[in-house]
């Protein structure tokens, strides 16, 4: 029994595959949309990966983080396991943490068109310094872009205790 027709779910084809490929290298194609059935209700949808890797562009050693992805959708909603699959397409790509996670909102921002959307990485340390950085976007003459603008002032106004993760 399934709430979804065949219409519906018909550019799904990763989800139930039994012979998934990992991409070794950054693939935003990797990326599959279905169609949110409550557009008119805003509500969050919330990802986390705690095993993201990437490496560094300079040394080419590894970086681990936790990404948090939220979002309110639109139209279109991310398919759950084509962004594991893509986040894993992360783990041979050279970038630094802020570039990764603005390049993880923008290709999620080209492929859903989400009322808001907010990604967070919460980088382990290395060298003795941890990095987590947070972008996020809201539609612009919506009330989406004051909730972004809000957002981002008073984001980490109660900053977690880190301890070595």
């Known amino acids: 029994m399934s709430g979804r027709n065949d219409e519906e779910t018909k550019g799904i ?3 139930g595959n039994q012979n998934t490929t ?5 693939d935003p194609g990797i990326l599959e949309t279905f169609v949110n059935k409550h ?24 970086d681990f983080a ?3 992805i939220s979002y309110v959708p639109n ?9 594991k699959l893509y986040l894993f397409s992360f783990r041979n790509h050279g970038d630094f943490h802020e570039d990764c996670v603005n390049v993880i909102m923008k290709d999620l921002i080209k492929l859903m068109d989400p009322k808001y959307i907010e990604v967070w990485g919460k980088f382990t340390p290395r060298g003795g310094i941890s990095i987590d950085p947070f972008c996020n976007y809201g539609q612009a003459d919506t009330k989406w872009e ?13 900053p977690e205790k880190v301890d070595n993760r």
């Open 22 to 26: 990992y991409e070794m290298n950054y």
């Open 66 to 68: 936790t990404i948090t």
């Open 39 to 62: 557009p008119d209700n805003d509500y969050f949808v919330k990802f986390n990966c705690p095993e993201f890797t990437s490496l560094c562009p300079i040394t080419g050693q590894p």
């Open 146 to 158: 004051q909730i972004a603008f809000n957002r981002l002032a008073n984001h980490d106004l109660y």
């Open 13 to 15: 084809t990763l989800l």
């Open 75 to 83: 139209v279109k909603m991310v398919e759950s396991k084509s962004l």
